[in-house]
């Protein structure tokens, strides 16, 4: 009686429950990602924790001008079937006409620290000395003045913006040529002048330290701010912050000036710069960065005057510096993360080519272990680089894993020469990680051209392979139409 000769291993099938594996990681992968968003979350806690103290991020206006305006208008014809009786043949309408000066400069020089919570979370504060000058000019009639309006200078005001007044030290004033200092006091009475704050692109939103609603610093100006009246003034404030400092352009015309002493920083907001230099005097006295706008009437885009209703758009119109940690590994574990499948699926392949070219199989869990050691090589990337930086941190989970993986596979195949190739792939591959890392403009081109290559390099590798099995008396690699071995 002849036995029934039974077809070898599948290699097709194999590689489909690999490719599975590989999809399978996504899950660990994914717990890893909220335990990164997570620790970010904290980081930003505990960046809105410091500001509390010293300012949360600040945000500038310069001085405006601003007064009470009454104007006194016939009501509109009734509507059909409206009753006439008791209806008011007058619309009083009562506001803030806002005058913004002809031209203005805003100068800030910022003289940063580090403020820590615990040893891993630093925030970037720090002490900014901010002076404005502005020229106004109130010859002709009112610009843009509702219909009907009336005036009253007398209670004019001039208005200077800070997103957190807590962060203030000395007594801030306005100061006039001819005229004694005049103290700026808390504009309460004014809050919902000019209130709109939109933050400009870029600025992330969601810190719980993000700038809300400009806060106003107030100096009674009625006998200076007459019809007819040109002047200039000026006004400097010492004030404390964190991460970030942004001026609004508060003239028809304005120059703003940014420096200070931290060498890596970030530029936001809705104009871009017209110079900077690489080392200018900061607070401190360290060269570090400066930065200059020129934003001239058109490009801002807001009336020269008119209600305060209608210039919520002013707080649009605002630049910002960030002080940025080269340090925060985040963003870097973060995107780290993203190639993580690929990269898993490409270690799986190199494992399933040294199985399909040899006589030792390899164990779905055996598998899974490797994919699993690579999932805690972002937790170690993770863990390492919050205390000693990206860079550092990358290095040494990358050897740890790379060997590991290497001598696991060393191991499975009983083979040192196997191991060292497969060390040799997996150091190129855990270095193209790291350049994906580094090229933000080319990260897409320089992957998909690895992916390609990679893909590639098992196609050839497994061109006559026996994926169905059939051959139990041949080896898989080798090409069916060989003869038998003997």
């Known amino acids: ?25 996504s899950l660990p992968a994914f717990f890893v990602f909220l335990l990164i968003e997570d620790r970010a979350n904290r980081a930003s806690a505990v960046i809105a924790e410091v500001g509390q103290t010293y300012g949360g991020e600040q945000t500038f206006v310069g001085p405006i001008l ?63 000395n901010v002076s404005f000058n502005a020229a106004f000019d109130l010859r002709g009639e009112p610009t843009n003045a509702p219909p009907g309006a009336t005036i009253d200078w007398a209670r004019a005001a001039l208005l200077i913006g800070v997103a957190d007044p807590r962060g203030t030290s000395g007594q801030p004033a306005v100061t006039v040529e001819g005229r004694e200092a005049i103290p700026l006091e808390p504009g309460s009475a004014y809050a919902n002048v000019l209130n709109s704050y939109v933050p400009p692109e870029g600025f992330d939103t969601h810190r719980p330290s993000a ?17 007819e009246q040109q002047f200039e003034l000026g006004s400097q404030l010492t004030i404390t912050g964190v991460e970030s400092v942004g001026v609004v352009a508060f003239a028809k015309n304005t120059e703003i ?31 570090a960065f400066e930065a ?9 885009n807001v009336a020269e005057a008119g209600s305060a209703a209608d210039m919520g758009a002013l707080m649009n119109s605002t630049v910002r510096v960030r002080f940025v940690d080269p340090t925060n590994p985040y963003q870097a574990v973060t995107r780290s993360l993203k190639y993580a499948i690929l990269f898993i699926g490409v270690v799986f392949l190199a494992y399933f080519l040294f199985e399909a070219t040899s006589d030792t199989r390899v164990h ?40 590991l993986i290497s001598y696991y596979l060393g191991s499975v195949f009983k083979s040192a020469r196997k191991g060292f190739v497969a ?24 992957g998909s051209v690895a992916a390609f290559v990679a893909i590639a390099a098992a196609m050839f590798a497994t061109r006559n392979l026996d994926w169905y099995g059939l051959t139990a008396d041949r080896a898989p690699w080798r090409d069916p139409q060989a003869p038998p071995a003997p």
């Open 66 to 128: 601003i007064a009470p305006y009454r104007a006194v208008r016939p009501a509109p014809p009734p509507q059909p079937g409206e009753p006439i009786a008791g209806r008011p043949t007058t619309i009083i309408e009562e506001g803030w006409y806002v005058v913004f000066a002809e031209s203005g400069r805003a100068d800030v020089e910022a003289d940063t620290d580090v403020r820590s919570r615990g040893d891993l979370f630093k925030v970037r504060t720090y002490t900014a």
């Open 423 to 446: 060390m040799t792939v997996f150091t190129a591959l855990y270095a193209l990680i790291y350049v994906l890392m580094s090229l933000e403009d080319y990260a897409l081109l320089v």
């Open 292 to 300: 200059r706008w020129s934003i001239p009437y058109v490009a801002r």
């Open 211 to 227: 700038p809300g609603n400009i806060q106003w610093l107030s100096a009674d100006i009625g006998d200076l701010a007459q019809p």
């Open 1 to 25: 009686m002849s036995s029934i000769r039974m077809p070898g291993r599948s290699l097709g099938l194999k590689f489909l429950l690999v490719c599975l594996l590989v999809l399978l990681m």
């Open 257 to 287: 000036r940014v420096a200070g002493d931290w060498p890596d920083v970030g530029y936001f907001g809705a104009f871009p710069r017209v110079g900077e230099a690489d080392a200018a005097p900061a607070a401190s006295g360290n060269a």
């Open 364 to 403: 779905p869990a055996q598998y899974i272990l490797v994919g699993l050691a690579q999932i805690i090589f972002y937790l170690l990337l993770l863990a390492v680089s919050e205390r000693i930086g990206f860079n550092w941190a990358f290095l040494l989970a990358a050897v740890a894993t790379v060997a």
